[in-house]
């Protein structure tokens, strides 16, 4: 079974730092490129980072380019996002997601909760 | 700024058929676009429905379907069922690895 499954979520304060993993098995995870999804509270979802398969070319939305840094460790099967200068508009569920055949995103991690506060 | 646009809420009858549509500020919206659809009931993880337009996900009904109607993407649901009672994001694969989400619909079954 397809799985991945997120950690280090939790409670920061603004300007703070954390780093998100999503540990994955169930298929060749060095062959596919991975995203981070996050959706802030009662908002919708919102594309936020992603790494391809061998690691070499990372993107990162315009919101969170500069401050998250995305990046995977094949022989442990997880990739990570390093979260720095963050900002209460930065509070979300963040999602791991597989990305899958024709630019689709096919499985879904449950989340880890940022949440950005003093 | 690349804007993403569905409606924000739609209401189906029960057995009803009911066409959700996935539009561009600038532009139509092609298979290039590579429309997948994606569906989220409050409190749950996004569940994968439709990638590249019209690809139903593993253990997808076939009651879900995805085309490109005019300029726009669609997700049709033929013969409604209250579980489909949920929101549904469009997303398009915009080039260089990024993407947009729309903001999604909501779908009431009524």
């Not at chain 1, 689709?104 to 949440?115: A, S």
């Not at chain 2, 085309?67 to 694969?93: F, H, M, N």
Request: neutral net charge.
């Amino acid at each position: 079974e397809v799985q991945l499954v997120e950690s280090g979520g939790g409670l920061v304060q603004p300007g703070g730092s954390l780093r998100l993993s999503c540990s994955a098995s169930g298929f060749i995870f060095s062959s596919y490129g991975m995203i981070w999804v996050r959706q802030a509270p009662g908002k919708g979802l919102e594309y936020v980072s992603a790494v391809r398969n061998n690691g070499a070319s990372t993107y990162y939305a315009d919101s969170v380019k500069g401050r998250f840094t995305i990046s995977r460790d094949n022989s442990k099967n997880t990739v990570s996002l390093q979260l720095n200068s963050l900002r209460g508009e930065d509070t979300a569920v963040y999602y791991c997601v597989k990305w899958g055949t024709y630019y689709g995103m096919d499985v879904w991690g449950q989340g880890t909760t940022v949440t950005v506060s003093s | 700024q690349t804007v993403v646009t569905q409606e924000p809420a739609f209401s189906v009858s029960p057995g009803g058929t009911v066409t959700l549509t996935c539009g561009l500020n600038s532009g139509s919206v092609s298979t290039n676009y590579y429309p997948s659809w994606y569906q989220q009931t409050p409190g749950q993880t996004p569940r994968t429905l439709i990638y590249n337009t019209n690809t139903r996900s593993s253990g997808v009904p076939d009651r879900f379907s995805g085309s490109i109607l005019g300029d726009k993407a669609a997700l049709i649901i033929t013969g409604a069922q209250a579980d489909d009672e949920s929101v549904y994001y469009c997303v398009l694969y915009m080039g260089s690895d990024i993407w947009v989400f729309g903001g999604g619909t909501k779908l009431t079954v009524l």
